[in-house]
């Protein structure tokens, strides 16, 4: 299994933007593909974005497609997700994971997960 651990969430205004980073240790991170999801209260975890192993696949949620995007370094062993134009709707808690294989937008299919991190965007 791959360790993972977040950072980058704080509190940003409505239209700004905040990178979330994803440290990952313990296994080959080429080996896996990476999905960031979040979770409001009272919601279900649902998938944000995801990218494959080598960096020339990605994938993005609906509602977040052109004001995110999920770059990784191999050379890091780090994941991103850039998110600008931010708005109320994104507050909630963010997390990595990881899974051996292709990307995948079910939570269930990840094996490992990191903290997660909170993001609260104000009106």
């Known amino acids: 299994q791959v360790q993972l651990v977040e950072s980058g969430g704080g509190l940003v205004q409505t239209g700004g933007s905040l990178r979330l980073s994803c440290a990952a240790s313990?296994?080959?991170?080429?080996?896996?593909?990476m999905g960031w999801f979040r979770q409001a209260p009272g919601k279900e975890r649902e998938f944000v974005a995801g990218?494959?192993?080598?960096?020339?696949?990605?994938y993005y949620a609906d509602s977040v497609k052109g004001r995110f995007t999920v770059p990784r370094d191999n050379a890091k062993n780090m994941v991103y997700l850039q998110m600008n134009s931010l708005k109320p709707e994104d507050t909630a808690v963010y997390y990595c994971?990881?899974?051996?294989?292709?990307?995948?937008?079910?939570?269930?299919?990840?094996?490992?997960w990191g903290q997660g991190t909170q993001v609260t965007v104000s009106s």
């Open positions: 313990g296994r080959t991170f080429t080996s896996y593909s």
């Open positions: 994971a990881a899974r051996s294989g292709t990307t995948s937008v079910y939570a269930s299919d990840y094996d490992s």
């Open positions: 990218i494959n192993w080598s960096g020339d696949s990605t």
